[in-house]
């Protein structure tokens, strides 16, 4: 089975950094990983969009973290990184990895859809 696993959230103060990183894996499996981004949920909210990044590197952030923060991916690793800095209390979310891709073994051919499992980032004084 083909899942994503994140790390990197945590407690930081406003104006601080975070790298948060998401790897797609499968023991046994043949995937390939096309788009993969990441997405958040604060409080009460609903899941936004973040950023994300295509298999050549094109990328498309939300206008609230334009200029701060930055997606970039690993391909030959199937991983997606955020780099998130200046980071200011309205950041507080839970940070979801997503991808996309297709998958050849051992099941029939299918498409992925995969989200993480999820980390908490809490900007905070």
């Known amino acids: 089975q083909v899942q994503l696993v994140e790390s990197g959230g945590g407690l930081v103060q406003p104006g601080g950094s975070l790298r948060l990183s998401c790897a797609a894996s499968?023991?046994?499996?043949?995937?390939?990983?096309?788009?993969m981004g990441w997405y958040r949920q604060g409080p009460g909210k609903e899941r936004d969009l973040v950023a994300t990044?295509?298999?050549?590197?094109?990328?498309n952030y939300a206008d609230s973290v334009k200029g701060r923060f930055t997606i970039s991916r690993d391909n030959a690793k199937n991983t997606v990184f955020l780099q998130m800095n200046s980071l200011k209390p309205e950041d507080t979310a839970v940070y979801y990895c997503?991808?996309?891709?297709?998958?050849?073994?051992?099941?029939?051919?299918?498409?992925?859809?995969?989200w993480g499992q999820g980390t908490q980032v809490t900007v905070s004084s």
């Open positions: 997503n991808a996309d891709g297709d998958q050849y073994y051992p099941t029939t051919y299918r498409l992925l859809d995969l």
């Open positions: 499968g023991n046994g499996s043949i995937f390939s990983i096309n788009a």
């Open positions: 990044i295509t298999r050549a590197y094109n990328t």
